[in-house]
């Protein structure tokens, strides 16, 4: 079977990726604390019904990861 060079190009990146992605630990802040705090940016105003299922959205996964998973919304392209 052929393959195309962007093709295996791709798997490659995709082994290396899996091999070296967990090599890497996570720095600063949340390194020691346990808790991963996320960004949602999004161009929506803040009245709009995305951003409030966005809210409702990182209210639930904090709910559900105890507070160990932070979301921090962004409204406006802020």
Do not use: W
């Amino acid at each position: 079977m052929k393959y195309s060079y962007l093709t295996l190009g791709f798997l490659v990146g995709l082994v290396a990726a899996c091999i070296l992605f967990p090599l890497f630990k996570p720095s600063g802040e949340a390194a020691g604390s346990g808790v991963m705090r996320m960004k949602i940016a999004h161009t929506l105003p803040v009245s709009h019904p995305v951003h409030a299922g966005i809210e409702h959205f990182a209210e639930r996964v904090a709910a559900y990861s105890s507070g160990q998973i932070q979301l921090d919304i962004f409204p406006n392209g802020s």
